[in-house]
């Protein structure tokens, strides 16, 4: 089984990268920094099993196709695709700089539209795999202080809507995760305990219960959050 991973190092990713290594899945991994990207490979390397890596600004659209293009030749067809990849730039949205949101835009929903496009397509033509689409609690209901991503994440849900809709008929599943806090990077520095947050294994874990469900089934959306925040 093999899986492509945006936003491979860090948090989520790096959680279900690791998840899915150890169940027996080969890797290609996506991520803009390379050294990162090297020390997760090399933590995980082993003798038999596949672990590509690529470094990809996804807020670029000319990189995004130049690493579909690479990786196709390299790793071939694909039975998981996580798109994980995002960025949170907070702000009022009133008084930001349009480039803020353009940003978001650009990594949050353009580049899940292009590679799960592309995948979307061969899945289609191989009649199985499976699409994650790392959404956010953000894609239902705006939070404070993050306008732009919020509007970019609710896009982010309509695009997965819109996937799983067109894939169903030819038996390719389609997932969106909608995380609440989830201790990942961006809370560093924080005071509050870590058992308040959603742990970026919670995430990996039940993506690979998902992944093991009968043929028939598919779990449209995961809402998870933390218990008492």
């Known amino acids: 089984m093999k899986a492509v991973i945006t936003g491979a190092t860090k948090g989520i990713g790096r959680a279900i990268a690791i998840k899915l290594f150890n169940e027996g899945y080969h890797l290609a991994l996506v991520a803009r920094n390379l050294t990162e990207l090297e020390q997760l490979r090399d933590e995980l390397f082993l003798i038999g099993r596949t672990i590509l890596i690529y470094s990809v600004d996804c807020a670029v659209k000319e990189e995004v196709y130049r ?9 071939g067809d694909v039975d998981v695709l996580v798109n994980n990849v995002g960025a949170f730039l907070p702000g009022s949205m009133l008084d930001e700089e349009d480039e803020i949101f353009e940003k978001q835009q650009n990594i949050n929903v353009n580049a899940a539209y292009y590679i799960g496009k592309f995948y979307g397509k061969k899945m ?3 009649k199985h795999g499976h ?5 956010s609690v953000a894609s239902n209901a705006p939070v404070k202080n993050g306008g732009s ?3 970019t994440k609710a896009a982010m849900l309509s695009l997965n809507h819109v ?6 008929p030819h038996q390719v599943k389609v997932t969106a995760f909608l995380p609440g806090s989830t201790k990942t990077s ?15 294994q919670d995430i990996a874990d039940t993506l690979f219960t998902i992944l093991n469900l009968s043929k028939g089934v ?4 995961v809402l998870i959050t933390p218990l008492d925040f």
């Open 67 to 75: 690493f579909l293009h690479t990786v196709e030749k390299d790793f």
């Open 163 to 168: 996937l799983r809709q067109e894939l169903a």
């Open 186 to 200: 961006s809370w560093e520095g924080t005071s509050i305990p870590d058992d308040k947050f959603v742990q970026p």
């Open 131 to 135: 699409i994650f689409n790392i959404c």
């Open 124 to 126: 289609r033509s191989q």
């Open 218 to 221: 598919n779990v449209d959306e």
């Open 149 to 151: 991503y919020s509007v």
